[in-house]
């Protein structure tokens, strides 16, 4: 009789893909620790395990890791605390992921390529034309750097903007459907004509599980599987046709208006910096890791009927609706 107890996963990070890559770590029969920054933290799955604190402490990043197999580094503090914190969490997952003896899988976006000049790749040059893009190269370096050394073993999974359902902190959030839902368009930091790959963000957290799951992974920046590249008005009218809209439109929020709403708010104010990624076709070729793991997307279709679902919950809307 095998009596081996489950591995223990901890994910860092309880925003938009840490709980959902937590329910899928559970529902393969591992243990699973969560670490949020803040207490009371409602998201996370029954059955996991929850623990509170500051992963820049480095003492505590090595309890709160303790044990651990594969350390899942989801963190993302808000835009306007990037300088302050983006880097000494990262330095704190990678402490506490060399001190278990566990593999790092670190989620990343696509700001170190800056404005792209066609598909981008795990090779593209990095080229940032933003602060934040830069504080992104300087954070694969410095997780790149420690697997080299052989600190511990790194896997990087990037994604683009995600979509899917109860993503607060995206464009699918509530202002989108609620603008929508009441009649008026949506809304976009750029040309809302122009291609832009959207991840889904249930396909973030599984191509994530699979980066901890195989060994070949390791060492390597991974595009995470995404579905072919639309407008964000294409996007935004499948999800209105899901929800019985008729008419789903998107309108550009002017670069004036964004500074202007910056004077007031300090989320409002990071954005006129990557307004870029929706002025010039914004694609992510995922083909490496769709070979490598065979491994593809939830179909578009699907993915949009479950958003839509979900928001039909949210908005108390009939199924027909």
């Not at 509170?52 to 303790?66: H, I, V």
């Not at 929508?180 to 809304?187: D, H, K, M, N, T």
């Not at 390597?220 to 809209?245: C, I, K, N």
Request: charged letters at 20%.
């Amino acid at each position: 009789m095998n009596t081996t107890p489950p591995a223990q996963h901890v994910v860092l990070g309880a925003g938009q893909i840490g709980p959902r890559l937590a329910r899928l770590l559970l529902a393969r029969g591992h243990r699973v620790r969560m670490v949020h920054r803040s207490r009371g933290s409602s998201s996370a799955p029954p059955g996991i395990e929850v623990v509170n604190g500051d992963m820049t402490d480095l003492a505590f990043a090595e309890e709160a890791t303790r044990g651990a197999a594969v350390v899942y580094d989801c963190m993302n503090p808000p835009y306007p605390q990037w300088g302050e914190l983006l880097l000494p969490v990262a330095r704190g997952a990678l402490h506490g992921a060399a001190r278990a003896r566990a593999r790092l899988v670190a989620l990343d976006n696509l700001y170190m390529y800056g404005r792209p000049g066609g598909p981008m790749r795990e090779d593209s040059p990095l080229t940032p034309c933003s602060r934040k893009g830069e504080l992104r190269v300087r954070l694969a370096a410095l997780r790149l750097a420690a697997h080299a050394s052989g600190a511990v073993s790194v896997a990087i999974g990037r994604a683009s903007d995600y979509f899917g359902e109860d993503l607060q902190n995206s464009f699918w959030g509530d202002r989108f459907f609620e603008r929508v839902l009441a009649g008026r368009p949506g809304e976009c930091t750029g040309d809302p004509e122009m291609p832009h790959s959207y991840t889904y963000a249930g396909d973030v957290a599984r191509g994530l599980l699979t980066l901890g799951e195989r060994a070949e992974a390791v060492g390597q920046v991974w595009h995470l599987p995404t579905p072919p590249a639309e407008s964000t008005t294409s996007l935004a009218r499948r999800l209105g046709h899901a929800l019985g809209l008729l008419h789903v439109t998107m309108t550009r929020i002017p670069r004036l208006a964004l500074r202007a709403a910056g004077l007031f708010s300090p989320m409002m104010r990071e954005l006129p910096e990557m307004a870029y990624q929706w002025e010039v076709p914004f694609v992510i070729d995922d083909t490496r890791f769709r070979t490598a793991f065979g491994e593809g997307t939830t179909s578009i279709d699907d993915a949009v009927a479950s958003t839509a679902a979900w928001a039909r919950r949210r908005y108390g809307l009939s199924a027909a609706a």
